[in-house]
């Protein structure tokens, strides 16, 4: 099976413009997680998707959000980009993102925001 | 919430020597501790995990130890090689039927010739 892919690999945005960013998981996996990963803060969980829902929500501001299509293919948007934005945004697949489900994260997306 | 510490934050040895890696996390209900592994410029990969109903696990050179009534697990990396290095987080699920992850702060390991 394909691994999951995230595109683009690179963003280069200003302060306040949007962007979006897609994840296509595993096949067969139905739940679609992301994370933002930073030196300082590391690795969080923003929200997760499963079924076209959002199931949980990390602790970031409503600039954050996301959608899942039918097909499990997720996208992540965030809106009027802060410099604090810059970071590596990972997505990982499940297959229904139970609490035991082995998560495969993909290669991420670079954002810098100028 | 969920809480994950991790020690240490850098951690160095010798080709051959072992290495261990331990967090500690919060929440009782937590019930799934996945290792990955992630080199410069690369994705998190999944090298070992470990599920609530089993105490250690253990896949060629590297196994995995869980204290439940401490709240504590371990990863050990016997005999390391210099393809070892990289970054390695623990994390454990938030509790609840999903599974978002709670990362620790991560350990550098650096294995030299």
Redesign the interface.
């Given at each position: 099976k394909a691994g999951v892919t995230q595109t683009p690999r690179y963003l280069i945005k200003t302060r306040g413009q949007q962007v979006t960013l897609s994840c296509s998981p595993i096949s067969g996996h139905r739940?679609v997680?992301w994370?933002q990963q930073t030196p300082g803060q590391?690795?969080?969980?923003l929200f997760?998707y499963?079924s076209e829902t959002q199931?949980?929500k990390?602790n970031f501001p409503g600039r954050f959000s996301g959608r899942q299509f039918s097909n499990s293919r997720s996208e992540m948007n965030v809106s009027t980009l802060e410099l604090g934005d810059s970071a590596l945004y990972?997505c990982?697949s499940?297959s229904i993102?139970?609490?035991?489900?082995?998560?495969?994260?993909?290669?991420?997306t670079r954002l810098t925001v100028l | 919430g969920e809480n994950v510490e991790q020690h240490p934050s850098t951690l160095s040895v010798q080709e051959g020597d072992s290495a261990v890696i331990k967090c500690t996390y919060s929440d009782s209900a937590s019930?799934?501790f996945?290792w990955?592994k992630q080199e410069l410029g690369?994705?998190?990969?999944?090298i070992i995990?470990i599920?609530s109903n089993v105490g250690e696990k253990k896949d060629q050179r590297i196994a995995v130890t869980l204290n439940k009534t401490a709240k504590h697990f371990s990863l050990h990396i016997t005999e390391t090689q210099p393809e070892d290095s990289a970054v390695y987080?623990c994390?454990a699920?938030?509790?609840?039927?999903?599974?978002?992850?709670?990362?620790?702060?991560?350990t550098k390991l650096s294995v030299k010739p």
């Open positions: 739940s997680s994370y590391g690795l969080q969980f997760e499963f199931r949980n990390g990972l990982a499940s993102g139970g609490s035991t489900d082995t998560q495969y994260f993909g290669p991420g | 019930n799934y996945p990955y690369k994705r998190p990969q999944l995990d599920r987080f994390a699920t938030n509790g609840g039927s999903q599974g978002n992850l709670i990362f620790g702060k991560g």
